[in-house]
C-alpha cells in the first residue's frame, strides 16, 4: 500500500488549496481515510476523516471550510480547504486504514500514512 500527497504549497489568508492522495493497493472509497494535520511543534490531529459511508466529518475548527471526497475512478482523496487561515499552517498526511464503518482510530504505527505535504497560510 501506498499513499502519496500532492498540491500542498502557499496560500494567503482566505485563499484556497486542493490537496490529493493518490492510492495504490488501497481503494480509498471502501475503507476508512482521514487527513491529519501536524503544526510546527506539535502533535498530529486528525482534521478530516471519511469512510465507505462517504460522509465526511470535521473538527470544529476546519468545519465549513475544508470538504474531503473520494475520487474512486482516480481512487484519490481530495480535501479542499477555502478560508484560509494562519493556523491551518502546517504538514498534512493522508491515512489509511483497513476498516469500514467506524472511523474514529487510526493508528500512527499499523495504518498506512503518506509522506506529508506542506502548506503555509500567510497574511
Known amino acids: 500500500v501506498r499513499l502519496v500527497e500532492s498540491g500542498g504549497g502557499s496560500a494567503q489568508v482566505g485563499g484556497s488549496l486542493t490537496l490529493s492522495c493518490a492510492a495504490s493497493k488501497f481503494s480509498v472509497s471502501d475503507y476508512c481515510m482521514a487527513w491529519f494535520r501536524q503544526r510546527s511543534g506539535e502533535g498530529r490531529e486528525r482534521v478530516a476523516t471519511?469512510?465507505?459511508?462517504?460522509?465526511?466529518t470535521y473538527i470544529k475548527s476546519v468545519e465549513g471550510r475544508f470538504t474531503i471526497s473520494q475520487d474512486a475512478a482516480k481512487n484519490t482523496l481530495n480535501p479542499r480547504m477555502e478560508n484560509l487561515k494562519i493556523e491551518d499552517t502546517g504538514t498534512y498526511y493522508c491515512?489509511?486504514?483497513?476498516?469500514?464503518?467506524?472511523?474514529?482510530?487510526?493508528?500512527?504505527?499499523?495504518?498506512?500514512w503518506g509522506q506529508g505535504t506542506q502548506v503555509a497560510v500567510s497574511s
Open positions: 491515512v489509511g486504514r483497513w476498516q469500514k464503518g467506524d472511523c474514529n482510530y487510526f493508528s500512527p504505527t499499523t495504518d498506512f
Open positions: 471519511i469512510g465507505d459511508a462517504h460522509i465526511g
